[in-house]
């Protein structure tokens, strides 16, 4: 009895296997028939041309010390190069324009006194007077140079590997119309 269901179930599942997708083979026989493959041609191969690589004059990035400031320090070498600062006179110095980076400082104004040139700075709610060789910001600047609308700065900024060097920067005059509070 199972055996006679079972080639029952057979039959039947068979006879519901017929070609009902007929249409759509037809359909996608006639679609394809007019198509052909088109593959581009490869680019043509260029020869390889080595180029020279000359690092003589280079610094080498991968020297222990510019990735180890302190080893420089233990064996005895330069101890931060020509333009180390003074930190000792920058505690007796104590101002106040020094506590600030240069980038939150404004110059809010040019005096000539005495055929001097004197700018005004802003910092916070607190302004100061600055002459040439005066210090400014967290990076040692000195003052070389006020004008009429910028003060320039020689800066002394140490690299990875405790070298100091210099860089120039300027603040320039801030006017009331770009300061909108």
Not at 14 to 29: I, R, S, V, Y
Not at 96 to 109: F, Q, T, V
Not at 139 to 155: N, P, S, W
């Given at each position: 009895?199972?055996?006679?269901?079972?080639?029952?179930?057979?039959?039947?599942?068979?006879?519901?296997?017929?070609?009902?997708?007929?249409?759509?083979?037809?359909?996608?026989?006639?679609?394809?028939?007019?198509?052909?493959?088109?593959?581009?041609?490869?680019?043509?191969?260029?020869?390889?041309?080595?180029?020279?690589?000359?690092v003589?004059?280079?610094?080498?990035?991968?020297?222990?010390?510019?990735?180890?400031?302190?080893?420089?320090?233990?064996?005895?070498?330069?101890?931060?190069?020509?333009?180390?600062?003074?930190?000792?006179?920058?505690?007796?110095?104590?101002?106040?324009?020094?506590?600030?980076?240069?980038?939150?400082?404004?110059?809010?104004?040019?005096?000539?006194?005495?055929?001097?040139?004197?700018?005004?700075?802003?910092?916070?709610?607190?302004?100061?007077?600055?002459?040439?060789g005066?210090?400014?910001?967290?990076?040692?600047?000195?003052?070389t140079?006020?004008?009429?609308?910028?003060?320039?700065?020689?800066?002394?900024?140490?690299?990875?590997?405790?070298?100091?060097?210099?860089?120039?920067?300027?603040?320039?005059?801030?006017?009331?119309?770009?300061?909108?509070?």
């Amino acid at each position: 009895m199972k055996r006679l269901m079972l080639i029952a179930l057979c039959g039947v599942l068979g006879a519901c296997g017929g070609d009902d997708h007929a249409e759509l083979k037809a359909w996608m026989a006639e679609s394809t028939k007019d198509m052909r493959g088109n593959i581009p041609k490869l680019p043509e191969v260029k020869p390889y041309e080595p180029v020279p690589y000359d690092v003589e004059a280079l610094v080498d990035p991968f020297k222990a010390s510019k990735i180890e400031p302190d080893a420089k320090a233990r064996q005895g070498e330069g101890k931060g190069g020509a333009f180390q600062p003074d930190f000792e006179a920058r505690e007796l110095r104590n101002s106040l324009l020094e506590k600030y980076p240069i980038e939150s400082l404004k110059m809010i104004g040019y005096l000539n006194v005495g055929r001097k040139p004197i700018a005004v700075i802003q910092v916070e709610d607190k302004v100061k007077q600055v002459k040439v060789g005066d210090y400014l910001g967290l990076d040692f600047g000195m003052v070389t140079k006020i004008g009429d609308q910028e003060v320039v700065l020689r800066e002394l900024i140490q690299d990875s590997a405790g070298d100091w060097s210099e860089r120039t920067s300027s603040l320039y005059l801030q006017s009331k119309e770009g300061s909108k509070k």
